[in-house]
């Protein structure tokens, strides 16, 4: 029986998760975002879809709480809700906010993806197959 118990007091290791790292300038987007809109007391839902040029996109709404087997990530008083499924495909992925003279948006740096679109907003990873062909995106 003591090996039983080693076992399963070792199990949550093995099938840790990475989470996702929210840096500094995605934090304070997100935190203006809610500040504006006055729902200081909801976070930020970031998840993966079917879809994009690339076969897999990211999307993120405002939400005012975790669903049930949500991950939630809090990080400078900000969080990020994400389901087990998007998790699969975000683990490890690090999300910043860039502004530029093209404009400003949410970028995620995920080390699943195999490819992105050249948009930035879809990826495929290694698992999947190719939806079109690759560097094009239909993002204007």
Do not use: W
Request: proline residues 3%.
């Amino acid at each position: 029986m003591a090996d039983e118990e080693v076992t399963l007091d070792t199990a949550p290791a093995l099938f840790a998760e990475e989470e996702i790292t929210l840096l500094p300038g995605a934090a304070d987007k997100i935190r203006s975002l809610l500040s504006e809109r006055n729902l200081t007391d909801h976070g930020l839902r970031v998840f993966v879809a079917g879809g994009g040029c690339s076969g897999m996109q990211y999307g993120m709404a405002i939400e005012h709480e975790a669903g049930e087997f949500d991950t939630t990530i809090e990080s400078s008083g900000v969080r990020v809700f994400v389901d087990p499924t998007s998790m699969m495909y975000l683990s490890g992925a690090t999300i910043d906010y860039v502004d530029s003279l093209m404009g400003g948006g949410f970028r995620i740096e995920n080390p699943n993806a195999v490819s992105t679109c050249g948009c930035g907003h879809s990826f495929r990873t290694s698992g999947s197959a190719a939806a079109g062909s690759g560097d094009s995106c239909g993002h204007g």
